[in-house]
């Protein structure tokens, strides 16, 4: 049940990241450099790393709060 929980939020968290990135990345090299383009190994790498750290820290304040 607690595996479940961690690898929904780690899809969750990672989907909206990664989303969120590469949206930002596009509009990003639109304003500054005129080209439709998208940094995907950012927007991935980023995704990732916030995919695994949120979920974790919010399981690790879950069980401190729990008796």
């Keep these: 049940m607690r595996v479940t929980r961690v690898l929904g939020d780690f899809l969750t968290v990672f989907v ?5 990135s590469a949206v930002v990345s ?3 090299n639109l304003i500054a450099h005129g080209s439709v383009t998208v940094d995907w190994g950012s927007s991935l790498s980023l995704g990732i790393v916030l995919g695994i750290v949120v979920p974790w820290m919010g399981a690790r304040q879950r069980k401190s709060e729990s008796p």
Aim: aromatic share 24%; no cysteine; proline share 0%.
């Design 26 to 28: 596009l509009i990003w």
């Design 16 to 20: 909206l990241a990664f989303a969120v």
